[in-house]
């Protein structure tokens, strides 16, 4: 089963929360959450990460970035 429709649904969500927490523009956001091991790991179906909550996905992002980008 493909998981891209999932992927497309809770990236936004994500990108937003990543805006607002590190008060960047969404496209900013964007970059930064693409450039990162977080993403790769949703890319990557074998992990399952796709299966998520945004919330969820966005923590382990700040868990990567920490609170000083």
Not at 23 to 45: G, H, N, R, W
């Amino acid at each position: 089963m493909a998981h891209g429709l999932v992927k497309a649904a809770i990236i936004p969500e994500i990108v937003k929360l990543i805006a607002e927490k590190y008060i960047v523009p969404e496209k900013k956001a964007l970059d930064m959450f693409y450039t990162s091991a977080t993403a790769a790991s949703l890319a990557d179906d074998e992990t399952g990460l796709y299966g998520q909550s945004a919330l969820y996905i966005f923590s382990l992002f700040v868990g990567e970035k920490g609170d000083l980008l």
